[in-house]
Every structure is written in C-alpha cells, then in structure tokens.
C-alpha cells in the first residue's frame, strides 16, 4: 500500500515563507511525477506545481516566481519551498504522486491526507 505523508503546513504572516515536504512509502518502484495542489474553502482543488521525472516543472501563473517545488526520486520526496505567501495562498496542500508503479500496482495515482497553510493580513 502506497501512502502520501506530508507535513509542514501552519500559520504565517503575509510575506513569509513555508516549506511544505512529502513522503511516499510502500513497494514503490517508479514515480512518473510528483506534486502539489490545493483547495480553498467553497473553490475547486488546483495544481500549484508538478515535477516529474526529468526534472520538468510546472507552475500555476498564481505562483510563479514566489513558490518553488524540488524532488528527490532516490528517497520519493518532494518539497515545495513558498516565499512571499499571500492571504489567497490559504489552503489545504495535497501532495500527489501520479503514475506509481509499487508492487503488483501498476501506474496509479495517490493522494495525500492534506496540510493545511493560512496566510495571515
């Protein structure tokens, strides 16, 4: 079984920094890619960043510059570093890891349990 972990969420003032991490455990082989969404209270849950195998990363416009997602495919981690954090930014974090290969599972998705991250004015 393949479970996502994260950690690092919490309160911070506006223009402060977070760094949010997650883990994947299990009989993991293969990771395509790993990343991070959030859903705000009464919005839809959307992608603030993705990486994926090669190192290809993407960003939503909300967040370039200001948000920064890293990975280690050796320990299935992935990490997002946020700078200059905005009241909008308040949201619970998911962490996700697409296309897994772990035992006899064959590209699937996983979902982490959520973080939750309040920007305060």
């Known amino acids: 079984q393949v479970q996502l972990v994260e950690s690092g969420g919490g309160l911070v003032q506006t223009g402060g920094s977070l760094r949010l991490s997650c883990v994947a455990s299990?009989?993991?082989?293969?990771?395509?890619?790993m990343g991070w969404y959030r859903q705000a209270p009464g919005k839809q849950r959307e992608l603030v960043a993705s990486?994926?195998?090669?190192?290809?990363?993407n960003y939503a416009d909300s967040v370039k510059g200001r948000f920064t997602i890293s990975r280690d495919i050796a320990k299935n981690t992935v990490g997002l570093q946020m700078n200059s954090l905005k009241p909008e930014d308040t949201a619970i974090y998911y962490c996700n890891a697409e296309g897994v290969v772990a035992g006899p599972d064959m590209y699937q998705d996983y979902w982490g349990q959520g973080t939750q991250v309040t920007v305060s004015s």
């Open positions: 299990g009989r993991i082989f293969y990771i395509d890619a």
């Open positions: 990486i994926d195998k090669d190192s290809s990363t």
